[in-house]
């Protein structure tokens, strides 16, 4: 059985590659890795103009020093299609699985003036971390790449420049955050503002058009079957945003800070050349 095996993997490493070739299309399943490279802006919270500014002297808005917010690694499936443009250039797509991240808070929001003495909310409590427990992020890319070596060889590195349209789905806050905010800095603002009942908390996130930048190696193993392994670089970026509304719907303010992932996504996959 070992003499068969060797001769086998022999059989499949001495093949003739009939590599990439201009028309060729080459499809890629296999397995993104994103560790984001994070930082963040600290929270401004800008506050409606209601009766809330001129008994708790708030400004319209403020910033909290120290504030900021972080997020964690993820792994996830990925598509990739390819077609050859000529023998050494290619137009890919990317796609995949959506990731799923959670999203932490670090830091006090705390009002100036009267209304901090009254009610702050501390981002970084373990109670209420992570401040959001999942949001899926849809990254689809289009990138143009190009093949170094002769289409016939089985390594062929490769570097790519392209564009993704990058958005966030299903946010869903912590509950423990959600009631942290509705008892300090939600009550505070509907107080102010002459709103009773409990305040609603919600959060989206920005979508924006980004940069791609991508170098990796192609091994082609027999004529259809290869392997690639690449890395990836997004400079995203995204406006991370908490409502808060009144019990009647009035929004009472909004509390802002950008979040750069600016992530580095591994990806290790099989491709099958058409």
């Not at 000529?86 to 991240?101: E, K, L, N, R, S």
């Not at 093949?147 to 509950?175: C, E, H, M």
């Not at 505070?188 to 058009?209: H, I, N």
């Not at 509390?255 to 992530?263: I, T, V, Y």
Request: aromatic residues 10%; proline residues 8%; positive net charge.
């Amino acid at each position: 059985m070992k003499k068969i095996y060797l001769a086998v993997l022999a059989a499949c490493l001495s093949a003739g590659a009939h590599a990439q070739h201009a028309g060729d299309d080459v499809a890629v399943l296999g397995w993104f890795h994103v560790m984001p490279q994070d930082s963040s802006t600290p929270q401004t919270t800008n506050v409606a103009p209601t009766p809330i500014n001129t008994p708790l002297r708030l400004p319209s808005s403020f910033t909290s020093a120290g504030t900021g917010l972080s997020t964690n690694k993820a792994d996830t499936v990925g598509l990739v299609f390819s077609h050859y443009l000529t023998d050494h250039i290619a137009v890919t797509t990317v796609a995949g699985v959506p990731p799923v991240f959670k999203i932490y808070g670090h830091g006090t929001i705390k009002p100036p003036g009267p209304a901090g003495a009254l009610g702050q909310q501390n981002l970084g409590d373990p109670q209420t971390n992570p401040i959001v427990k999942s949001v899926r992020q849809w990254s689809p890319a289009l990138l143009f790449q190009y093949y170094f070596n002769a289409p016939t060889a089985k390594f062929r590195p490769f570097v790519g420049i392209g564009v993704s349209y990058n958005w966030f789905s299903d946010i869903q806050l912590s509950p423990n955050f959600v009631q942290s905010t509705q008892n300090n800095l939600g009550a505070v603002l509907a107080a102010g503002a002459g709103k009773p009942g409990q305040t609603q908390v919600s959060a989206k996130a920005s979508s924006s058009w980004q940069p791609v930048f991508n170098a990796g190696l192609s091994y082609n193993i027999t004529d259809h079957w290869g392997m690639v392994a690449s890395v990836t670089y997004i400079p995203l970026k995204t406006t991370s945003s908490v409502i808060i509304k009144a019990a009647d719907g009035t929004e009472l303010g909004v509390s802002k800070a950008e979040l750069k992932a600016d992530p580095i996504i591994s990806f290790l996959a099989v491709s099958y050349k058409f």
